[in-house]
């Protein structure tokens, strides 16, 4: 079963940069595609972005669009999400995942297509 491990949160300005990391165990990281999810306080789990197996197709949630970069190295079985722009609204805790076997890219926002998720890790941006 593979293992999610996201790591890079903090707090940090509104204007200000983070990037996360996803470090995944295993030897199947580079099969499937993967995701960012966040989940503010009282909201529901809100699509950030996602990345073809190969890293050759991206895709955003229109929050994050020209602010957020999704990223991925295969060989480290590492995804990445660097932030820029940040803003207060953007404060939550963010979610790697890892796609299941066959998932089309119409699904990459459906947060039930995912099969295995990390704990999280906490983005906070003040104003």
């Known amino acids: 079963q593979v293992r999610l491990l996201e790591s890079g949160g903090g707090l940090v300005q509104a204007g200000g940069s983070l990037r996360l990391s996803c470090a995944a165990s295993g030897r199947t990281f580079s099969r499937y595609p993967m995701g960012w999810f966040r989940q503010a306080l009282g909201k529901e789990r809100e699509f950030v972005a996602a990345i073809s197996w190969n890293g050759a197709t991206t895709y955003y949630g229109d929050s994050v669009k020209g602010r957020f970069t999704i990223s991925r190295d295969n060989a480290r079985n590492t995804m990445y999400l660097q932030m820029n722009s940040l803003e207060p609204e953007d404060t939550a805790v963010y979610y790697c995942?890892?796609?299941?076997?066959?998932?089309?890219?119409?699904?990459?926002?459906?947060?039930?297509?995912?099969?295995?998720w990390g704990l999280g890790t906490q983005v906070t941006v003040s104003s």
């Open positions: 995942a890892r796609g299941g076997d066959g998932m089309g890219s119409s699904r990459y926002p459906q947060a039930n297509a995912y099969e295995s």
